[in-house]
């Protein structure tokens, strides 16, 4: 049987999302995939990040410990052994992941697909028809005019993320998250690091205040930056890679981390033949994530909004809603959680000061430092939390800098999106000492009742 309710091209988390959703609500679900089940996400993204990012915390921590009364050396990383474990993280949740497929009726055909008809993809010669097509190709890393990736001395996430050694010197080129992350994760297995941005500060979509922190906080670390300038060229050698700038300014490393954004993947997939709305690659779609044809539908970094793997997983689910009829609330992108998480996180939800201006809010802003904190200074970690409100009205954003501020933004998100002000918040009990307690300090003082806060 080739015929579906509903047929996904690509497993990422866009579309696993779609399926696990549209087959608990009854329909027959065939979902194709050229590589792995899970996509970038788990396979090239976030899950191996996150563990690099771990494995770089624990060494930081070994480097750190006499702080602490704690003697230990750090001797150096076994990348090997790093990869072993984060291969086995990936590799576990990617089975559970296949199994959660299975017991759910799913169809997973292999195979790379193409859209063939308004409602036919075809893999390996077989047409499968869908009452409706969902696209979820996701993303592929881009690079510059002129700069190859060889995948050794030029690399993009891809490649990095499995390096078997660590690299005595690397420029990070872009200063957004995936650079970001980078960065940290090599200056802790002890790289020197060199990020060159060329927006004005690092991370620049989040709250100026943010960038600001992290710039200071990576600056202690010793990682060096410098934003504000273009990239021109690039030269290899057998001592490395030579990158100019605009400015004229060059910069030699072992490795070039090639991180300027990435790119939609639609191209030869058969969607302008259907008629699809496209715009610079990405599929164009409404609030609902429908395209302008109808019946086909798509989601996740194919399609311009924040390239997340909770917005792919959230999409995924609305589309399998709506299509099943139960007519879901489109997603506030703005209420979306957005964290870096270099060492200290960048964390936020809402609006940032300069965008809550422009939309015209009269707004108010504190900023709670995390010096006032007892497990912030427990755990030695700098930073704070910045309340972005409207004068006598809810919280518009909530930006936090400092290790672990992440986990807080469970509670940001609550906040922003049950529109929640300072009153609400401040009468609720935070448990101490926790970090989750500076959330409830920062409300207090913003209802004007400053505990461990000078004002
Ligand atoms: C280094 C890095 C770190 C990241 N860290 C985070 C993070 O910490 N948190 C977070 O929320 N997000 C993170 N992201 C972003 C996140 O990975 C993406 O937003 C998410 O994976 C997008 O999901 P998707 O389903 O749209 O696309 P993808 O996950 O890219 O999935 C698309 C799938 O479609 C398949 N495919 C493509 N074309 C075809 C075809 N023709 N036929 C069959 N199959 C096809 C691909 O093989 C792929 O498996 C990170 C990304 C990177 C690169």
Same mark, same amino acid.
Request: net charge negative; aromatic share 4%.
């Given at each position: 049987m080739n015929d579906f309710d509903l047929v996904i091209l690509g497993a990422g988390s866009g579309g696993y999302a779609a399926a696990l959703r549209g087959a608990q609500l009854g329909l027959s679900v065939a979902l194709i995939e050229k590589?792995?089940?899970?996509g970038t996400c788990l396979h090239k993204g976030c899950i191996p990040t996150k563990a690099l990012l771990h494995a770089g915390e624990i060494a930081d921590n070994t480097k750190h410990a006499a702080e602490f009364g704690v003697k230990a050396q750090f /001797?150096?990383?076994d990348m090997l052994a790093v990869n072993a474990y984060k291969d086995g993280v990936v590799s576990k949740l990617h089975k559970g992941l296949q199994g959660l497929v299975k017991s759910r009726n799913i169809n997973f055909i292999e195979g790379h697909g193409k859209l063939v008809g308004k409602n036919q993809v075809e893999v390996n010669g077989t047409v499968y028809t869908g009452k409706n097509i969902i696209l979820a190709t996701g993303s592929y890393p881009k690079t510059l005019p002129g700069l190859e990736i060889d995948g050794k001395q030029i690399v993009t996430s891809e490649e990095a993320m499995s390096f078997d050694y660590v690299p005595k010197s690397v420029i990070v080129l872009g200063g957004g998250v995936i650079g970001c992350e980078f960065a940290s994760v090599w200056n802790s297995f002890g790289s020197e690091v060199t990020i060159i941005e060329g927006l004005p500060r690092l991370v620049a979509l989040e709250d100026e205040s943010s960038s600001k922190q992290l710039e200071r906080a990576f600056r202690k670390r010793g990682i060096n930056f410098e934003v504000g300038v273009k990239f021109a060229s690039a030269a290899k050698d057998k001592k490395g890679v030579t990158i100019t700038l605009e400015n004229g300014a060059k910069h030699t490393a072992d490795v070039l981390l090639v991180a300027v954004g990435r790119g939609p993947?639609?191209?030869?997939?058969?969607y302008e033949d259907q008629g699809i709305t496209m715009d610079r690659g990405y599929v164009m779609v409404d609030e609902k994530c429908r395209t302008n044809v109808p019946g086909i539908w798509a989601v996740g970094?194919? /399609?311009? *909004?924040?390239?997340l793997a909770h917005v792919g997983f959230a999409e995924g689910i609305l589309v399998a809603e709506e299509i099943a009829g139960l007519n879901p609330r489109a997603i506030n992108y703005d209420g979306v959680p957005r964290v *870096?998480?270099?060492?200290?996180e960048v964390a936020s939800v809402g609006l940032t000061t300069a965008v809550a201006k422009e939309r015209g809010y009269d707004v108010v802003e504190l900023t709670y430092d995390l010096a006032g904190n007892g497990k912030a200074n427990i755990l030695k970690t700098a930073g704070s939390i910045k309340l972005v409100a409207q004068k006598n009205g809810p919280v518009l954003g909530v930006h936090m800098v400092g290790s672990r501020v992440g986990e807080l933004l469970a509670e940001g998100q609550l906040i922003y999106n049950w529109e929640a002000d300072a009153n609400d918040v401040a009468s609720l009990i935070h448990a101490?000492? *926790?970090?989750s307690e500076a959330m409830g300090e920062a409300h207090l003082a913003l209802a004007g009742k400053p505990l461990h806060a000078h004002g």
């Open positions: 590589e792995k089940l899970g /001797i150096s990383m993947v639609s191209a030869n997939l058969g970094d194919l /399609i311009p *909004t924040l390239q *870096t998480y270099s060492e200290p101490h000492p *926790t970090l």
